[in-house]
């Protein structure tokens, strides 16, 4: 049974994810800003459900607005003045802008890392980096593997001590503060031997012996090839259009309206985009009448 777009290569996903986060990242016309926002989001509440409108609402969204408040302040740039800072600095409509601009950017970035991590396992990154730096790429993949398990061990400990009274609000600041201290103190011994096990583990398996074989059960299928010949298509009508879509914002707003081919590119764009969220929904609905 295929398991949806997890099932791709890992270089196919892994293509996929890289050119997305270019997109993302250099794009600046507004449609295009909007349209990589909201296709990652369907495919975020596609893996995630419930928990990526939680954190939709609370680590997107404050992380918009505080990047839009920040460049404000510290970008005065712009023709067009709005109202001045009591320490007389302007805030102009240009700057207003742009950091909406940079808040769509940022936002889609964080919406789209949150389903890489869902779907590019930490075995895929072993298998795409792992022979080019072994080293690298088991830091790399340990370091994305111990963030979920600290946060999910730290929960833990929170209710734990709660359940016995430590830490209740009803405490005054130095019992809180200690509660906090002892609380920190055990997450980091919990982390510590937990990278001990790890270590000892990785040993008995023979990590670092030169003659050590390697082992892939990922196989490069037609589907694969079709995606990467998709990401071709996407990154040569990108580059084509990158003056078409390219607004300016300094000294003023210059957005222009996108012609017919880029209008096209824009449509590709999006198929591209939702592709994950298309397949996954397609291979549901199939293997659902078995």
């Given at each position: 049974m295929s398991t949806g777009f997890r099932g791709f290569h890992p270089l196919t996903g892994f293509t996929f994810y890289i050119l997305i986060f270019i997109f993302s990242l250099t794009a600046t016309h507004p449609l295009c800003l909007a349209a990589v926002l909201l296709c990652g989001l369907f495919y975020d509440i596609k893996l995630h459900g419930k928990k990526a409108l939680?954190?939709?609402?609370k680590v997107v969204?404050?992380?918009?607005?505080?990047?839009?408040?920040?460049?404000?302040?510290?970008?005065?740039?712009?023709?067009?003045?709005?109202?001045?800072f009591p320490w007389g600095k302007p805030f102009t409509l240009e700057s207003a802008v742009f950091g909406l601009i940079f808040s769509l950017r940022a936002a889609s970035t964080l919406i789209w890392l949150s389903s890489f991590n869902e779907i590019i396992s930490n075995e895929k990154i072993i298998f795409l980096f792992g022979r080019l730096s072994p080293r690298t790429a088991l830091v790399i993949s340990m370091s994305l593997r111990?963030?979920?398990?600290?946060?999910?061990?730290?929960?833990?400990?929170?209710s734990a001590q709660k359940g016995i009274g430590s830490g209740d609000a009803s405490q005054s600041f130095s019992g809180r503060l200690k509660s906090g201290i002892k609380r920190l103190s055990i997450l980091v011994t919990w982390t510590l031997e937990r990278g001990i096990d790890t270590s000892d583990s990785m040993t008995a398996r023979g990590f670092g012996l030169r003659k050590r074989t390697h082992?892939?059960?990922?196989?490069?299928?037609?589907?694969?090839?079709?995606?990467?010949?998709?990401?071709?298509?996407?990154?040569?009508?990108?580059?084509?259009?990158g003056s078409s879509l390219s607004c300016e914002y300094f000294p003023s707003i210059s957005i222009p309206v996108p012609d017919a081919f880029s209008f096209f590119s824009l449509i590709f764009?999006?198929?591209?985009?939702?592709?994950p969220?298309?397949?996954?929904?397609?291979?549901?609905k199939k293997w659902s009448n078995f």
């Open positions: 939680s954190f939709l609402i969204l404050p992380f918009m607005l505080l990047a839009l408040v920040f460049n404000g302040i510290v970008n005065p740039r712009g023709e067009t003045q709005l109202f001045t111990f963030i979920p398990l600290i946060a999910s061990q730290a929960e833990e400990i929170n082992y892939s059960r990922y196989i490069f299928s037609l589907r694969d090839a079709f995606l990467m010949l998709f990401s071709v298509a996407f990154i040569v009508l990108f580059i084509l259009t764009f999006v198929i591209f985009m939702i592709f969220l298309i397949y996954d929904t397609a291979e549901e």
